[in-house]
């Protein structure tokens, strides 16, 4: 019998987070639940007590990020899979926004995760083996009017991550990003905004902001994403032993991580001939 693997999920107590906490758990391996809200996680692990460990924790605290490591190393000796999932959402035009709020949002989905994944290297250095998994988005690629600091803490996301996992890899230990398209969890009625709509911004994230607004008569267009179907997915991936370093999930992650690849290849060929000349002329 294979041994069982220890993973850390955080934001475990909804959506995503959840629903792989539930699927890893019903394969037989040990789960840390970790998030504020603990009845929901508490009534999983009463399905589990052996394998499982429920964690009380705001990622955004630095003394509760310390305790949730210890607390996961007391209870099962490891972390091999560390899953970074906590992440708030947040919407609304560049200009509209609070600065307090839109800080919150990189706290959470950006400072909190590398804060974490600096606490769990040390012992998985130390035992040559883990895997730290950095939840992003197919925002983390591709940005729209209305999502720029979501999809800004994601591209911050995503650019340590691919550091990381050069840094790590010849350690022995792995990192990788999912990148999900929308998934119906109810991110949506947790969506963040802040300060007033301007008119001038109508046309562009005002639109996305009122479809936000509209998500029950629209989910299924908005929300392709089944989070069950994904949890299952992300396990046999990360169980896998993936080559890959970037999980995508969702018909529309796919669609709309493709075009910003053809975008990308478009303005790469528009600097070919200009590029080049701006390097010194070294005689
Ligand atoms: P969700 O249902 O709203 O769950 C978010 C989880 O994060 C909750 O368990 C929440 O728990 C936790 N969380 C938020 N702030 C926290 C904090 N300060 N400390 C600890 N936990 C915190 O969202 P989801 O849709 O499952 O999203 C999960 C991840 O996938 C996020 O990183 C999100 O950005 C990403 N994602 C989601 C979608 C989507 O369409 N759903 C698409 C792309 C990427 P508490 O409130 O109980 O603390």
Redesign the pocket.
């Given at each position: 019998m294979k041994t069982a693997s220890t993973w850390l999920i955080?934001?475990?107590?909804?959506?995503?987070?959840?629903d792989l906490a539930e699927y890893v758990l019903s394969q037989g391996h040990e789960v840390v639940l970790?998030?504020?809200?603990e009845s929901v996680m508490h009534d999983l692990a009463a399905r589990y007590p052996a394998t499982s460990l429920v964690v009380a924790?705001?990622?955004?605290d630095p003394t509760q990020r310390q305790n949730l490591i210890d607390r996961t190393h007391e209870r099962f000796g490891k972390i091999d899979y560390l899953v970074n999932?906590?992440?708030?959402?947040f919407l609304g035009a560049i200009e509209e926004q609070h600065e307090a709020d839109y800080r919150k949002v990189f706290e959470?989905?950006f400072f909190?995760a590398v804060a974490l994944l600096r606490l769990a290297l040390p012992a998985m250095r130390a035992r040559r083996s883990g895997m730290i998994v950095n939840?992003?988005?197919?925002?983390g690629i591709a940005s729209l009017p209305g999502n720029a600091f979501y999809s800004a803490s994601?591209f911050a996301l995503e650019g340590l991550t691919e550091s990381l996992w050069q840094e790590i890899e010849p350690t022995g230990l792995k990192a990788v990003l999912v990148e999900?398209?929308?998934?119906l969890?109810?991110?949506d009625a947790?969506t963040h905004f802040s300060g007033e709509l301007l008119p001038d911004y109508d046309a562009t994230s005002g639109s996305f902001f009122r479809a936000m607004q509209n998500v029950a008569e629209l989910s299924d267009v908005m929300?392709p994403?089944d989070?069950k179907r994904a949890a299952r997915v992300i396990f046999e991936q990360l169980t896998g032993d993936p080559s890959v370093h970037r999980i995508i999930l969702g018909s529309d992650a796919m669609a709309r991580i493709g075009a910003k690849i053809d975008d990308l290849q478009g303005d790469y060929d528009a600097s070919r001939l200009i590029a080049n000349t701006t390097d010194f002329v070294r005689v």
């Open positions: 955080t934001g475990a107590s909804s959506g995503l987070g959840y970790a998030a504020r809200t924790v705001d990622v955004a999932n906590a992440g708030i959402d959470v989905n909190a939840v992003s988005s197919m925002d994601k999900p398209g929308s998934f969890t109810g991110i947790r929300f994403g989070p």
